[in-house]
């Protein structure tokens, strides 16, 4: 097959007219950090989740680090949560001086599983943090039966679950807390960005004090007319606000959020169709209870050669790759510091996993073409002649 011209990416943000024009609007009004753009942003998130309330913040591991400090997580206290995630959320438990224990997945759909959260549950276990991984979500009904079981509290990772529903429910609902990213790669994204979902009206005050500096009122409240420039701060905060220019475009984004989700599926679809009959890699599997994908990623298993030499040759045919992840619990920080128990299926899948290109503006062109270029690498895993 010829070989394409152009760089085919793992990923790129679908930036349309209507969000540049939601963004010069923020800019030409001159309001541009936190203020009425962050507030219907919310709102519209508040209605996408039903969840009673939604801060936003600057990332997601922003959002994590306010999650756990306000449930007061530190020294002592242990969080589960897979080790096949992104580290940021390890990061943040480390940073708090607590220590993350890892529970194992599902190869097939690498979720975290329900009886592998159950059996790392020791007297230390403040919290659980299931990640809604790829775009499927975790399997809630176990997660949050132990849960309730042993007293503890849910965090769901949904950066990748804006989307997501689990059994006809938008996922951000279901643990006490929930953390939505923003970050390009998302199904949305705002640049950078997060928002945490919740129903708690203690949490909900004492997050919004934390996301500023510790300081009651946010600045736009206490610039506006008749406001009061006067603050006083009982606990230090951090500097997680979410500026307005960014809710701008998530807005715009929010409001395509069906259209792009729509036509990941439909790539996703193609994809499988495409591959199906392809030996040496394994689809990813999905969760056997009802739910509504967001198709956030793409991860198949290659079976037949290395990872290694599959992403030198997806290379040569120009086209871009992902890994998704790295296991958490194999890091050196992590090794050294926790020396974590085993987890033969994330150590399975972590040699096998790779994410192809899926973003809604590819074509099924670009679709077909990887495709093609998968059932050529692994017929002639020495290369081509
Ligand atoms: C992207 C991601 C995060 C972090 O999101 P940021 O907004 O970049 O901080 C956390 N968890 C998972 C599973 C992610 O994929």
């Keep these: 097959m010829k070989i394409r011209e152009d760089f085919l990416p793992m ?50 591991t922003a959002g994590m680090h306010l999650a756990l400090m306000a449930l007061d997580i530190g020294p002592g206290d242990e969080v589960i949560t897979p080790s096949m995630t992104f580290v940021s959320t ?12 890892f529970a194992d997945i599902d190869y097939q759909t690498l979720n975290v599983l329900p009886e592998e959260i159950e059996a ?24 949050m039966g ?29 643990g006490a807390m929930a953390v939505f990213s923003f970050h390009p790669i998302k199904n949305i994204t705002t640049g950078e960005g997060g ?32 406001g009061n420039p006067e603050y006083d701060i009982l606990e230090p905060g951090y500097k997680y606000n979410m500026p307005d220019m960014q809710a701008a475009l998530g807005i715009a984004q929010l409001a395509r959020l069906e259209t792009l989700n729509a036509r990941r599926k439909q790539i996703v679809d193609l994809y499988r169709e495409a591959l199906a009959d392809v030996a040496g890699l394994d689809l990813p599997g999905w969760p056997t209870y009802p739910h509504d994908h967001a198709h956030h990623l793409f991860v198949v298993k290659i079976a037949s050669m290395t990872r290694e030499r599959f992403m030198e040759r997806l290379s040569e045919y120009n086209i871009g790759y992902g890994l998704h992840f790295p ?3 194999r ?3 992590i090794q050294k510091r926790y020396a974590p128990n ?32 998968i059932r050529e690498i692994l017929q002639t895993p020495g290369g081509r002649r």
């Design 120 to 143: 790392r549950i020791s007297k230390r276990t403040k919290a659980v943090i299931p990640v809604h991984f790829a775009g499927a979500p975790a399997d809630m009904d176990g997660i």
């Design 327 to 329: 296991a958490c619990h």
């Design 11 to 60: 990923n790129r943000p679908s930036i349309g007219e209507a969000e540049i024009a939601a963004v010069s609007d923020c800019l030409r009004s001159r309001w541009i950090t936190t203020g009425p753009l962050c507030q219907s942003f919310e709102e519209r998130f508040r209605g996408l989740t039903g969840a009673r309330y939604a801060i936003s913040i600057t990332s997601a």
């Design 146 to 174: 132990i849960a309730k079981r042993y007293g503890i509290t849910v965090i769901e990772d949904a950066a990748h679950a804006v989307g997501t529903r689990y059994r006809g429910t938008h996922v951000g609902g279901f």
């Design 195 to 226: 928002m945490i979902t919740h129903d708690d009206e203690a949490l909900e005050k004492r997050m919004r004090i934390l996301r500023f500096h510790g300081i009651e009122r946010d600045a736009w409240k206490r610039y506006g007319k008749g």
């Design 331 to 333: 890091l050196s920080y």
């Design 90 to 101: 390890i990061n943040m438990i480390a940073l708090l001086g607590a220590k993350p224990i």
């Design 342 to 373: 085993p987890l033969p299926e994330t150590d399975r899948a972590a040699a096998r996993i790779i994410s192809l290109p899926l973003f809604p503006d590819m074509t099924d062109d670009d679709v077909l073409y990887v495709c093609q270029a």
